[in-house]
C-alpha cells in the first residue's frame, strides 16, 4: 500500500549516496551522538508562501515555527537557530529585514531558541533557510517507527484549519475566519505538549508532526513501523470555523484535515494502558491529547466513521511533498 | 577607514534585533557553550555559479567546501552536515541528484564529515544551502578580533587563481590553465593546516578564510581587532597560471589576488615570537604559511611594494558581500 512518492525515492537515493551516515536521514531531526538533534528546513517564495498574502512579520514567524516543529516530531528541546537568508537585492532596506528578524525572533524567543547566526545572500525569490540545533530529553526521542500494534493514535490541537486559511488568503478573504488565517500564518509548534507526552510516556511510542498533513503523517508512521491502522474520522479534532469554510466553498471537510497540511499538529502512537495511566493521573497535560484511532497489524490505513467503515485513504492527495 | 558595507550594516542591524543571543554572530561560525560550532551558507544559481560552467558534481564539491571554510576559519573540527536543497521540478531526476550528491559526499568525505539530513523543497533556481556543526578543538578558536600590533600576517596557498579561473569558464576557456580552474571549481578549505596552527600558537591570535578575497578578510580582522596593517605585495603567493592569466587578459594580478574573492584560503595572525619558534621547531607543519605582512596600531591597511608603499588597499573593490 505505501507506495513511495518521489521525494522518499530521492531520499532514499540520497541516503544510499551518503552511506553510513545516512542512517540519520529518515525522521524530522537527525539524532546524533551527545543527544544532539539537528534539522533544517527551507521557505521558498512562491512554492511555500506568497508576499502578497503574508506579512514579513508572520513569515519570519512561521519560517521559524515550522523549522520548531521538527524538534517536537521528536519530543526534542530547542536550542540555537541559524537562519540562510536568501532574496532580490530590492529585498534589502531596513524595514523588509527588521520585519522578518521580528517575527524570526518573536517565534524563537517564544520557543525559548537563540537566534546565534546566519547568512544573507542575492537570490531571484525570498527565501528563508532555517537550521535548528537542539538536544534530546532526558526520556529520550520518539521516532516515527516505534508504532506497534495496540497502540492508541493521539492527536494534538485540530486539522484542516491552516489550508482553510490559505483558501481564505488566496480569495482575500481577510475577516471571516481569523481562526483559520491564523493557524496559517503563525501556527504554534507543539514543543510543550511533545514535551508532556515524552515526560508521561518514556521513549516507547511513535512521534511525528503533521508538516505534510495528517494523512502523511498516519502513513509515514505506518510504513516506517510497519504496521497499520484503524482512524476514526468522526474523532479528528476540526475547529467549527475550518467546517464552515469547507462548507461555504463546497468542500469535504475530512479532505482538508486529512489531506491538507501545514497543520503543524503531532501524531502519536502509544500503548493503551500508557495512555489510560497518563489520561487517569494527569488528566490536565494529557487534555491536548486526543485519540482518533488505533494501530493494528494490518497494512492499511482504515478510515471509519464511528463504527462504520467509510472512504479509503487517498495517497494520492497527500500534500505534494517537493515542495 | 572602515566603512561598512550594506551586508555589514544588515548584519549589525539584525545583532541589535535578535538582542542577546546576537554575539554569537560576527565570525565566521558561531561559538555556543559545550564547544559547539554552527555555520551555514549558501549557493544560489546565477548569483554563486551558473550551471553553464559548472558539472553537479563539483557544484556539490563546492557547496560543502565554501561551509567546511567557514570551520577552518577559526580552526575547528567539522563534525555534521544538514543540506537543504531547493531547485525546480525539472531538477530532480535521479542522474542530477546523484551527481551532485557525490560531489557533496567526496567533499565531506575528505573532510571527515557526515552528512546526516537535509530538505527538499522546489524553487526557481537550484540553491544548495548547508548548515555544519563542529567542535572547537582543545586548544580553543581563533577568531577575526585577536589580531596586535607586532604580529605577523600569515597565509596559506595562493591567491587570485579562483577569480582566473572564473574568468576563463566565462571565457569557455577549459584548457589553458587547469590549477585556475581546478582552483574555482574544487576549492580545498584549509582545515589541516588551521589545526596545525591552533596545535602550534594556541587561541592568542586572529584568523579568518577569504572566501570574500584577500582584501575583505585583511580588512575584517583589522576592523575587528581595531588594528592596522602593512601588507607586501610582492609576498602574496600567486600561482604562475593566475599570473598568465592576468597577463593574457590585461588585468592587474595584484587586484586578483587583493579582491578576487572564492580562494578559501587563510589568514592568520600571530605574535613574531610564536611563528617563528613554530617555524624553527616544525618547519614541515609551518611551511603551509607564508608572512605577507605585519600588524600596527595604525587605523589602516598599507600596502608596501618590498619596502617602497605601493597603492592604497580598495574597499569599492571589494568583493561584494550581498552575494
Known amino acids: 500500500m505505501y507506495v513511495l512518492n518521489r521525494e522518499q525515492k530521492l531520499i532514499s537515493q540520497i541516503k544510499n549516496l551518503v552511506g553510513a551516515s545516512g542512517r540519520f536521514i529518515g525522521d524530522d531531526c537527525a539524532i546524533l551522538p551527545g543527544n544532539l538533534l539537528i534539522t533544517t528546513d527551507a521557505l521558498i517564495e512562491q512554492t511555500h508562501f506568497s508576499l502578497n498574502s503574508t506579512s514579513l512579520n508572520d513569515l519570519g514567524w512561521k519560517a521559524m515555527a515550522v523549522n520548531l516543529s521538527d524538534i517536537a516530531a521528536m519530543a526534542g528541546l530547542p536550542e540555537y537557530a541559524v537562519i540562510a537568508l536568501s532574496a532580490p537585492e530590492a529585498f534589502y532596506i531596513s524595514n523588509n529585514v527588521i520585519a522578518l528578524y521580528e517575527g524570526l525572533q518573536a517565534c ?15 537570490g531571484p525569490v525570498l527565501a ?12 529520550g526521542v520518539l521516532r516515527r517507527s516505534g508504532a506497534k500494534a495496540g497502540d492508541v493514535v493521539l492527536v494534538t490541537g485540530d486539522f484542516g484549519a491552516s489550508v482553510a486559511g490559505l483558501r481564505l488568503l488566496t480569495e482575500n478573504n481577510f475577516f471571516s475566519f481569523p481562526y483559520c488565517l ?3 500564518r503563525r501556527p504554534q509548534p507543539r514543543l510543550t505538549e511533545a514535551a508532556a507526552l515524552i515526560e508521561k510516556t518514556g521513549s516507547r511510542g511513535a512521534l511525528m508532526d503533521t508538516s505534510d498533513g495528517l494523512a502523511d503523517a498516519l502513513a509515514q508512521i505506518s510504513q516506517a513501523s510497519s ?67 488505533i494501530v493494528n497489524d494490518t497494512d492499511n490505513i482504515q ?15 497527500v500534500f505534494q511533498h517537493i515542495s
Not at 524563537?108 to 542575492?122: E, F, N
Not at 479532505?255 to 501545514?262: I, K, Q, R, T, V
Not at 499538529?265 to 482518533?292: D, G, R, T
Open 128 to 139: 528563508i533557510i532555517i537550521t535548528i540545533v537542539g538536544r534530546a530529553r532526558q526520556s
Open 303 to 317: 478510515l471509519m466513521f464511528g463504527n462504520e467503515p467509510a472512504r479509503q485513504l487517498d495517497l494520492k492527495k
Open 108 to 122: 524563537a524567543d517564544h520557543y525559548q531558541t537563540s537566534i546565534v547566526g546566519g547568512d544573507i545572500t542575492r
Open 182 to 184: 491564523e493557524k496559517h
Open 227 to 293: 504496521v497499520g491502522m484503524q482512524i476514526d474520522l468522526a474523532a479528528i479534532p476540526m475547529h467549527a470555523d475550518t467546517r464552515s469554510v469547507a462548507s461555504q466553498a463546497n468542500l469535504d471537510p475530512y479532505d482538508l484535515a486529512l489531506y491538507g497540511g501545514e497543520d503543524y499538529e503531532l501524531v502519536a502512537c502509544l500503548p493503551k494502558a500508557v495512555w489510560q495511566a497518563w489520561h487517569n493521573q494527569s488528566p490536565e497535560s494529557a487534555k491536548a491529547f486526543k485519540v482518533i484511532g
